[in-house]
C-alpha cells in the first residue's frame, strides 16, 4: 500500500532555514506531481508549492524567492527548501503527491511534518 511520508520540521529561529522531504513508499511506488501545502494552527491549509511531472515549479507569492521545491530523481524525493524563515512560515507542512503504484495513479497526502519559527 502506498504511503506518503514527509520528514525534517522541526524549531529554528526567524531567518534560519530548513529542508523539508517529501518521499512515497509502497510496492512500486513513483511520484509525479507533488505539492507543499501548510497549515498553521487555527487555520485551513494552503498550498505553497507545486512541482509537476515535468519539474515545473510554482510557488504562491508570500515563499517566492524564499522557498524551493525541487526533485531528486534517482531517490524519487520531492524536497521542499525554505530560508529566510518567519512567524508566519510555521506550522504543519504536507506533502500531497500524486504516486504510482505501478499500475493506477493516485493522490496521497502525508501526516505532516511541523515547523515552528520563533524570535
Known amino acids: 500500500q502506498v504511503q506518503v511520508m514527509e520528514s525534517g520540521g522541526g524549531e529554528v529561529q526567524t531567518g534560519g532555514s530548513l529542508r523539508l522531504s517529501c518521499t512515497a513508499s509502497?510496492?512500486?511506488?513513483?511520484?509525479?506531481?507533488v505539492e507543499w501545502y501548510r497549515q498553521p494552527p487555527g487555520k485551513e491549509r494552503v498550498n505553497v508549492a507545486r512541482?509537476?511531472?515535468?519539474?515545473?515549479?510554482t510557488y504562491t507569492a508570500a515563499v517566492k524567492d524564499r522557498f524551493k521545491i525541487y526533485r531528486d530523481l534517482p531517490n524519487d524525493t520531492v524536497y521542499l527548501e525554505m530560508s529566510g524563515l518567519q512567524s508566519d512560515d510555521s506550522g504543519t507542512y504536507y506533502c500531497?503527491?500524486?504516486?504510482?503504484?505501478?499500475?493506477?495513479?493516485?493522490?496521497?497526502w502525508g501526516q505532516g511534518t511541523h515547523v515552528t519559527v520563533s524570535s
Open positions: 500531497n503527491a500524486q504516486v504510482s503504484d505501478g499500475h493506477i495513479v493516485r493522490t496521497y
Open positions: 509502497g510496492g512500486a511506488a513513483k511520484m509525479y506531481a
Open positions: 512541482i509537476s511531472s515535468g519539474d515545473y515549479t
